[in-house]
C-alpha cells in the first residue's frame, strides 16, 4: 500500500511539474522580449520605400535587423554616421546592435524620404 501511494504522488508530481514547465515554455516571448536581453533581436521590414515600423524602442544590446523586401534596393545608413548598411538588394539583410543609449535616426540613401528612428535606452 506505501508504495502504491507513493507511485501516485509522484505521478501527480511529475504531471504538475510537466504542466508548469509547458506553461512556461508557452508564454516565452519570441521577439522584442525585454525580459531576454541575452536574445534580442529587432526586426525591421523595408516594403513599398518605408521603413516599418518606422521607429523601434529598444534596450541596449540589443540588435536591430533589417530586411529588404522591396523590389527596389535600398539602404540603412545613420543620420550620424553609426552605421551604413550599403546597398541592400530584394532579399538582403542587415543587422547592427546598439551598445549605446540615444536616439539614431537613419535613412535610405537613395530615396531620402525614407526615414526611420531607433530609440535606445538602458
Ligand atoms: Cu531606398
Redesign the pocket.
Known sequence: MRINKLTIFLTLFLAIFLTVLLGACASTPTQNGNSQPATNVVKVNIKD?TFDPAVVSIQVGTTVQWTNNDS????VTSDAGLFDSGNLSTDDTFSFTFDEPGTFTYS?T??PS?TGTVEVSQ
Do not use: A, N, V
Not at 72 to 75: A, F, G, I, K, R
Open positions: 520605400f527596389m534596393t535600398h539602404t535610405c537613395i530615396h525614407m
